[in-house]
């Protein structure tokens, strides 16, 4: 299972949350920021419904597959 780690950090002269190298909207303070970043977390971890989903690959070859909306990742939020 897949693991996600929401990290408070400072960003365009306020707050964010990272999560890999994307950033949040900036927050105008630490505590905004990380409560967004705990709706993230808990939104990530609330089972949908299965669906196909298509992407492009970095060799730009197209993907279908099925994703089951039960396997959502663990998250945690740091900072």
């Given at each position: ?5 929401y ?73």
């Amino acid at each position: 299972m897949a693991h996600v780690t929401y990290r408070i950090v400072e960003h365009d002269g306020g707050w964010a949350y990272k999560a890999g190298d994307t950033y949040s909207e900036t927050f105008p303070s630490h505590d905004a920021a990380k409560a967004a970043a705990v709706r993230a977390a808990r939104e990530q971890r609330v089972p949908d419904q299965n669906a196909a989903i298509e992407y492009e690959t970095a060799d730009g070859r197209w993907v279908t597959e099925d994703a089951d909306g039960h396997d959502r990742p663990n998250t945690d939020v740091e900072g």
